[in-house]
C-alpha cells in the first residue's frame, strides 16, 4: 500500500490537485503562487471556515474519504448558503500522518471535488504539513450576486419561522453507527454526507427572508441562536414539523449536522417552494418553545453544550 | 491555573475576541453569523492559508504564546505583501487541547492582534474545536489597492533579482536554541517573530518587480521556485548578500523563516529603497547558481526536501 511518506508532500499535493477543480474565469491567479487572486465582481466577499478532527468530526471506520470529503466542503457550502449567497471557491489545508494510505486522501479530495462540481465551485488554495491527526480545514468564499445578506438578527414578531431540507436524519445515522446496529441507510447516508439544501439560501434572500442560519448543532439549539441575534421569542409547532418515517421527535428537534437552513418571512409574504413553515416569532425574552412551553425531552448532541 | 475545560468552548471565544481587532468598515458583517461580509472595493481578492502546528512549526519551551501569534499572523501576511499586495482580514482557527491554560491562548491573541495593529488588519471569524495537538490555521484577505498581482512567473533574462529584509536570521536562531547556547538575542527575537518587510511588496509593485516571492524556505529553495515558474536561470552574486555578523553564508543562503521577499526588476529600473541588488536572471534552463557554480555547502532546514 502506498503511503504519504511515499510520495513526499510535493508529490501528495500533485496527486491531490489533479483531482481538484483548480480553474475558473474568477480565479485570475489560480493555486500555486504565494497567494491566490480571485475575482469578487459583486465588490463584497462572504466568507467563513471550519475544522474537521479525526475522531471528533469523522471516524474512518464509519465514514468512507469520500464521505468526509463531500462533508467538509458541504458544512462550509452550507454556512454561504445561509448568508442567502452562493459557494463560489474554498481553500483547503490538511494536516497528514506520513503513514497514511495515499488512496485515502486522493478519494477525499475526489468527495471533495465532487461537492464542488454541480456549484461550480473552485478550489484556489491551502496548505499541507504533517502530523498526527487528520485534520481539514476549509475556507470557503461565496458571492451575494447584488443581494443584501441575511443575518441572524432580522427576526421580528410576527415572522413565520420556515425550514429547508433534512432535519434529525443524521442524528438518525449517528445513533445507528454507535449502535453498531445496521439500519436504514438513508439515515447512515445522511450522517456520512449530508445534503443541504443550497438552492434554498438565496431563494429565501430573494423572497425577503429576515433572518437565517444554518441548523448545524439542531433545530433548538439554533433557533436559540437567532432568538438571542433577534431579542426575540420563537416558538416551534411541533405538528407542522417534517418527521420522517422511523424518526423521533427528539431527533428532530435537536440533531445536529443535517445543515438544514432556518428562516424567517414576514407575515404573509410568499414562502418559496422548498421551504415549509415550523412556527412563529413573538415579541418577548429570547427563548425558544416547543408547543409554547420549554424543551424538555432529550437534549441530543451539541458541539458547545450550549442548549 | 484556569484551563480551557473551565471557561468552556464559547467562554473562550468570548476570551479572545475580546482581544482580536473584530470590526472596521470593510467588516460588512463581522465575525458572529453565519460567515461575515467583507467589503472588496478592489473588486480581486488575494487570499492564502497556512498552518502551524506545536511540535513542528513552534514549540511552548522556545516561543512565548505571544511570540507564536506573531509569527501565524506574520507569515500569513508575507504571503500578501509578496504579490503586491496589502493585508486587510485574517479568519483564524485553533484546534486545543482542554486542559492548556486560558492564559496561553489570550497570550497568543494578544500576539496577533499586535502584529494586526500597524496593518489594520482584522479577524473576521474562524473556527475552534477541542483536540490534543495546538493547531492554527490562518486564511488571510488582501487588496491589490488597484495594482496587477506580482506573480513567480514574470522574471526575464536580463532582469535584477533584489531583496528586501532579513536572510538567515531566524535559523541562526533556531540552531541557538536547538543547541541550547545563549546566544544573539536578536536572532533570537527573530525566529520568535519574524519581522517581514510588508511595505516592500507594494512598494516593489509599484516600482513595476516583474516577479516576486516570499522567502519562506530559504533563499535558494525559493528562488528555484521562481526559476521554475518563470523559465529562468538564476545567479546570486555572494559578495553582494547580506550577512549580518554573527551568520554564515550557508545561513543566509538557506534559512528559512525570516519571510524576506524577493523580487526581480527590469535592468536599469529604479530599484526602491528598502531592496538591495543580490544577482542576476539570465537566460536557460530553470536553476539557481551562486556566483556562476551549483551551491554545494549545507543545504539548510527545508520544510518539503524540495533543495
Redo the contacts between chains.
Keep these: 500500500m502506498e503511503i504519504i511518506d511515499d510520495v513526499?508532500?510535493?508529490g501528495l499535493i500533485a496527486r491531490i490537485q489533479a483531482r481538484l477543480p483548480l480553474t475558473a474565469p474568477e480565479a485570475?491567479?489560480p493555486s500555486?503562487?504565494?497567494?491566490?487572486?480571485?475575482?469578487?465582481?459583486?465588490?463584497?466577499?462572504?466568507?467563513?471556515?471550519?475544522?474537521l478532527?479525526e475522531g471528533?468530526?469523522f471516524r474512518r471506520d464509519w465514514s468512507s474519504a469520500r464521505d468526509v470529503g463531500h462533508k467538509a466542503a458541504a458544512q462550509n457550502f452550507?454556512?454561504?448558503a445561509?448568508?442567502g449567497?452562493r459557494p463560489t471557491s474554498l481553500?483547503l489545508?490538511l494536516?497528514l500522518p506520513g503513514d497514511m494510505p495515499v488512496a485515502w486522501v486522493e478519494e477525499f479530495a475526489d468527495g471533495v471535488a465532487a461537492e464542488c462540481a454541480p456549484l461550480g465551485v473552485i478550489v484556489?488554495?491551502?496548505?499541507?504539513?504533517?502530523?498526527?491527526?487528520i485534520?481539514i480545514?476549509v475556507?470557503?468564499?461565496?458571492t451575494?450576486e447584488g443581494r443584501a445578506?441575511v443575518?441572524?438578527?432580522g427576526a421580528r414578531a410576527g415572522d413565520r419561522v420556515c425550514v429547508a431540507g433534512r432535519l434529525g436524519w443524521s442524528a438518525a445515522g449517528l445513533e445507528l453507527l454507535a449502535a453498531g446496529t445496521p439500519g436504514h441507510s438513508d439515515f447512515l447516508l445522511a450522517h456520512r454526507r449530508p445534503s443541504p439544501p443550497y438552492a434554498a439560501g438565496p431563494q429565501a434572500a430573494r423572497a425577503g427572508a429576515t433572518a437565517?442560519?444554518?441548523v448545524s448543532d439542531g433545530l433548538l439549539a439554533d433557533l436559540l441562536h437567532m432568538a438571542v441575534?433577534s431579542g426575540v421569542a420563537v416558538d416551534v409547532d411541533s405538528t407542522l414539523l417534517p418527521v420522517a418515517p422511523g424518526l423521533r421527535l427528539d431527533q428532530v428537534l435537536t440533531g445536529g449536522e443535517d445543515h438544514a437552513l432556518v428562516a424567517t418571512f414576514r407575515p404573509g409574504a410568499p414562502v418559496p417552494e422548498s421551504w415549509q413553515a415550523i412556527g412563529t416569532v413573538y415579541a418577548g425574552p429570547a427563548a425558544v418553545t416547543v408547543d409554547g412551553k420549554p424543551w424538555e425531552g432529550p437534549a441530543g448532541f451539541s458541539?458547545?453544550?450550549?442548549q
Design positions: 513526499g508532500e510535493f485570475l491567479v500555486g503562487d504565494d497567494a491566490a487572486v480571485l475575482a469578487v465582481p459583486d465588490g463584497r466577499l462572504v466568507t467563513s471556515a471550519d475544522l478532527l471528533r468530526h452550507s454556512d454561504i445561509a448568508m449567497a481553500l489545508s494536516v484556489a488554495g491551502g496548505d499541507m504539513v504533517r502530523g498526527d491527526v485534520t480545514s475556507t470557503v468564499f461565496g451575494l445578506p443575518l441572524r438578527s437565517m442560519l444554518d441575534a458541539h458547545f453544550g450550549k
